[in-house]
């Protein structure tokens, strides 16, 4: 390795497993990948999810780089305006670490390759990086500087998730004039604010409050009303803002985040329900992120008992609904004879993999547990006159490569906010029930 003034990235497995093109985004800088990076990808080098993928694809990337180089520590330019990329061996344990940190697990075995390299070459400025916060501390106690993978992550994504915004009517008709007419020019409406495309929010005066939302392609503030929703009404503010955006056809693309019990999946649902008629093919689908680590084939049965457990959260929605129509049997026949047909769909969310999804309602349920990278994969399948809608909670994440910052979710809601196809909406408040709101609020 040469000993050049500049700094060298230490990977941890868990960034490569979330973007196989991580080694490209450190600019001039070097990179060194341990052998033991390389052993762990092996593990998930075989499967259909995301992480599989990505070990697969940078395994092609290395091996393209590395043809015909027989010393990998000599190190291999990575291209005009970038760095090099270096294979480490396994290195000893410094006498440090050996107090600490004998044990000699993939974790430790990359502190030590950091450490050597800090030690053997003294003008590099070390960093470890790594989206495992107590890999992060270790690496510190050792003074050694670490990092989180901030490539894709989302800057201050909280302001994503905080009510949505109560504005002050500085024109004293506003309110009723609103209520009045239904819809008002927003470079006339009084109000002393910049709007966002698809934007909802309330216009609050002394006596009086109207739901409003912005629509960006007539530059118009309108009065936003609750609609029934194939027998599901709004129970509060922000899921009359969900219902109508789902509903609005310019719309084609939507996030709803919230915390359980605030309706996200149950809204988008009967959304879709409410719009069969107006596409092909409603498709409800989740992620299967399986508890303890283990893969779906470990449980027992045939391919569609292991996926059930998973799907069953849909059909609770499904349930619901039927529930909510009531005495109007044909509504509820309507929904058996979608399912039974396959206009209304419930799968696994790999299993979209190579269609394209032309004239569908598509629905993604827990996505906050998809990667960047997913997100893209499902929304650049989309075709002509497909509406997707991405619901989840960003504080129930069950992937351990993901966080608040680094998830699909959140990632699409940050990077689509202000275009003219795009709304997002944050359900704050459970209705499921007292006893769900309670929880959510007190068993942190």
Partial sequence: MENVNKKTFVLDTNVILHDFNAIFNFEENDIAVPIVVLEELDKFKKGNETINLQSREFMRILDK????????EDGINLG???????????????????????????????LA????????FNNRNVILVSQDINLRMKARSLSIEAQDYKTGKVEHAERLFENMRTLPNTQTDFVSQIYKENSIDATKSGLNTEFIAHEYFTVQDEHASALCHYDPYQNQIQKVSKKN??????????QTFALDALLRPEISLITITGKAGTGKTLLAVA?????????AQIYLARPIVPLGGKDIGYLPGKEKDKIAPYMQPLFDNITV??????VNKKAS??????????KLLISPLAYIRGRSLSNVFFIVDESQNLTPHEIKTIITRAGEGTKMVFVGDVEQIDSPFLDMRSNGLSYLADKMKGQKC???????????SELSELASKLLN
């Fill in 422 to 432: 795009f709304a997002h909406i944050n359900l704050q408040h459970g209705e499921r």
């Fill in 333 to 342: 026949q309507d929904i058996e004879t979608m399912l039974k047909e396959e």
């Fill in 321 to 326: 609904i039927k529930q909510a129509v009531g």
């Fill in 65 to 72: 780089l590395t043809e015909g180089n027989q010393n990998l």
């Fill in 80 to 110: 005009k305006g970038r760095g090099k990329l270096y294979i480490i061996q396994g290195k000893p344990f410094s006498e440090k670490m050996k107090l600490s940190f004998s044990e000699p697990i993939p974790d430790h075995k990359i």
């Fill in 229 to 238: 929703a194939y027998g599901i009404v709004p129970r509060n503010a922000e």
């Fill in 113 to 120: 390759v950091a450490i050597w390299i800090k030690e053997h």
């Fill in 271 to 279: 959304s879709a329900l409410e719009q069969n008629r107006d596409f």
